[in-house]
């Protein structure tokens, strides 16, 4: 049983030549390299992409100029008209309307639709906050509330991107006495 053991045992106990393994590690590193250069060429491209995106509409935004020329309330019922002039050539593509009640209760409307849509430049288009809400009847029995103030956020279109302008938020702060829904 010794001899067949013996004979089992490879005598010639030489490993890959080194020639051989250099060439194995020298291959392994450009193959490596090759997949580390693909994956990072395309995060790169998406990550420009993203900035330049971020950046075009940060400008956009800061040229957006527009104002609330009116509120019109409809006494006792949930909804009101804003009316919305564009003071330069930026086109408005929609607006986010928000309304907050003397209690502190907000309510916003992510698409208010301006008529005419888009709001070109110079133009003047009225939005329509018609969420069913009444800011005059209170179910619980406490005093009513009344909308103290309006805040109007316009959306722009950027490469078919819609994306809200928070730096150019205005806000309608109804005159003492004249607050929406109050008779």
């Known amino acids: 049983m010794n001899i067949i053991l013996?004979?089992?045992?490879?005598?010639?106990?030489?490993?890959?030549?080194?020639?051989?393994?250099?060439?194995?590690?020298?291959?392994?590193?450009?193959?490596?390299?090759?997949?580390?250069?693909?994956?990072?060429?395309?995060?790169v491209e998406r990550t420009t992409e993203d900035v330049d995106l971020q950046t075009k509409i940060?400008?956009?935004?800061?040229?957006?100029?527009?104002?609330?020329?009116?509120?019109?309330?409809?006494?006792?019922?949930?909804?009101?008209?804003?009316?919305?002039?564009?003071n330069n050539d930026q086109k408005i593509a929609n607006v986010i309307l928000r309304a907050t009640s003397e209690g502190g209760d907000v309510k916003v409307k992510q698409e208010a639709l301006i008529d005419p849509l888009p709001l070109i430049g110079f133009g003047t288009g009225t939005a329509n906050f018609n969420e069913p809400w009444s800011w005059k009847w209170n179910p619980t029995g406490s005093p009513p509330t009344y909308l103290t103030l309006i805040e109007a956020i316009p959306v722009i279109n950027i490469e078919n991107t819609f994306q809200p302008c928070n730096v150019a938020i205005e806000e309608f702060i109804p005159a003492p006495g004249e607050e929406c829904g109050k008779t």
């Open 58 to 86: 940060g400008i956009t935004c800061t040229k957006v100029d527009f104002k609330i020329a009116s509120v019109d309330c409809t006494v006792n019922s949930p909804q009101f008209d804003v009316r919305i002039v564009n």
């Open 6 to 43: 013996k004979k089992l045992v490879r005598k010639d106990r030489r490993g890959i030549s080194p020639l051989i393994a250099t060439v194995l590690i020298i291959g392994f590193t450009v193959a490596l390299a090759a997949v580390i250069i693909t994956w990072g060429t395309g995060f």
